[in-house]
């Protein structure tokens, strides 16, 4: 009872949902202000989610239909529990191989999309969904390696130890958080990196087919990972969230800090293609991320802290 | 497709929803490409229509305003009225400038089949909200004003 207390309500469904929702609106409020503009009101996302669960959900004559209509819950599934998982790490409950395990977890949400954009039968979300495929390839090993050089500083797979290391306190830790930091936004799906959703040529990618309540656990799905991802890096770079005496403060001013890195890098840069981007993951996000582990290793066998 | 004269039923929080978020569609049926402009004119930073929640997407599957412009030439007919049963229910349609409304220029054209509502009506025989919007172009705040009666309307055909 217990589990599915948690599960649904504290560190879980609820919670996930209103934070991811909040930051969400920070995002798009963020992005208005930068753009000189006033941008949405606060409960913005919310009334998105209320309008698309009160739509008709329309599946195309040539979309494999089960498929299409299960791929935005697997995804769902996967940031739930990934965020309770993650949450209840920062308040000291951890078990063995957790960061593993969320590592795992975090690839659901793209492959919900691959999948979700394949069974579509859509020509244009197929070819999201390639591109998706192709960023997952490119993304995946150097955040990996980005990971490994936080479990070498702290020294423990569990991420509650993980997230009492600041591992960005060291030269190896500030190039392997900013590899991390460039593969959220790809699995975020923002620019530089919304190769696979991109507006101006697929349209909408793999969701172009969805409407109503699949479309609305998407956006309810991108949202959790907003509250998710940036938790992921402050957990395993930055310290985590200390809930003793006004630790939690600050554990807040570090998070909204990672989505503003973010949601700045999304606004001044321009869309690269797929080839651009794997180019760049696989030559320099590589690159920077075996240098890191290279100097973490290096100043773990010397006794160097801050290599 | 809907039989002539059936109502579509829309319950009152699924037209608050809409009215809170309207995510608009812009389809062209033969424009000369102002009331576009125009339209884009709307999601600059002197408007901002995101301050209501109102979002331009790329698919209809996504819409809930359909936005068309122009005078709705015979090729545009099919590829309208594909577009309309694509976008999901409940949704209203904006009929953009002159053309739009009432065929403007085009008024003794061999080529148009008349204003978006007709079409809507007679041709499709649906009931779904048409609000026409005159002016060639309109104005940003016309367009506005346009998508706002819309709204109003379906949420008093709530029953």
């Not at chain 1, 999948?115 to 390839?137: D, F, H, Q, W």
């Not at chain 1, 060291?170 to 190039?175: D, E, Q, R, Y």
């Not at chain 2, 929080?13 to 424009?31: C, D, E, F, K, N």
Request: overall charge positive; hydrophobic content about 50%; aromatic content about 10%.
């Amino acid at each position: 009872m217990r589990y599915v207390l948690e599960l649904v309500i504290y560190p879980g469904f609820i919670f996930a949902t209103a934070v991811g929702l909040l930051t969400s609106w920070f995002e798009r409020k963020v992005s208005a202000l930068v753009q000189w503009r006033k941008g949405p009101p606060v409960l913005q996302p919310l009334y998105d989610l209320v309008k698309l669960a009160g739509k008709e959900t329309l599946v195309s004559e040539r979309a494999n239909s089960a498929g299409f209509l299960l791929a935005p819950f697997l995804g769902f599934a996967g940031a739930i529990v990934a965020s309770l998982i993650l949450w209840n790490a920062n308040l000291g409950r951890s078990f063995l191989g957790d960061s593993i395990v969320l590592l795992y977890l975090l690839v659901l949400p793209a492959l919900a999309v691959i999948l979700g954009g394949l069974a579509s039968g859509n020509p244009i979300a197929i070819l999201g969904a390639t591109r998706e495929l192709k960023l997952v390839l490119a993304y995946e090993v150097p955040l990996v390696l980005a990971v490994i050089v936080a479990i070498l500083k702290a020294d423990s797979l569990l991420l509650h130890r993980l997230g009492n290391t600041i591992t960005i306190g060291s030269l190896s830790g500030v190039l392997a958080f900013f590899v991390a930091l460039l593969a959220v936004q790809v699995k975020l799906g923002f620019a530089p990196f919304d190769i696979a959703e991109a507006e101006t040529e697929l349209i909408a990618g793999p969701y172009i087919e969805y409407s109503g309540p699949p479309l609305a656990v998407f956006k309810l799905t991108h949202a959790m990972l907003l509250f998710i991802l940036p938790l992921f890096l402050v957990t395993l770079f930055l310290g985590g969230i200390d809930f003793r005496g006004l630790g939690w403060l600050w554990g807040i001013l570090k998070y909204l800090g990672v989505v503003l890195a973010i949601v700045l890098i999304k606004n001044t840069n321009p869309r690269l293609r797929i080839d651009q981007a794997i180019r760049f993951f696989w030559r320099y996000g590589l690159g920077l991320a075996l240098l890191a582990l290279v100097l973490a290793i290096i100043g773990d066998q010397v006794g160097l802290r801050w290599l | 497709m809907a039989s002539a004269g059936s109502k579509t039923r829309t319950s009152p929080w699924q037209a608050w929803g809409i009215s809170r978020s309207p995510w608009v569609y812009h389809l062209a049926t033969g424009t000369c490409n102002n009331c576009d402009i125009e339209l884009l004119d709307c999601l600059t930073p002197r408007y901002d229509l995101e301050r209501f929640g109102i979002k331009l997407v790329g698919s209809p599957r996504h819409a809930d305003v359909l936005m068309v412009t122009g005078m709705m030439n015979r090729k545009c007919l099919p590829r309208f009225i594909a577009v309309c049963r694509q976008v999901p229910k409940p949704y209203i349609i904006v009929a953009l400038g002159a053309c739009g409304a009432n065929k403007g220029i085009f008024h003794d054209s061999y080529n148009t089949v008349g204003p978006v509502e007709r079409v809507v009506r007679e041709i499709m025989k649906e009931d779904t909200i048409v609000v026409n919007v005159p002016g060639c172009p309109p104005k940003p705040e016309a367009i506005i004003l346009g998508v706002v009666k819309g709204l109003k309307l379906l949420q008093e055909r709530r029953r």
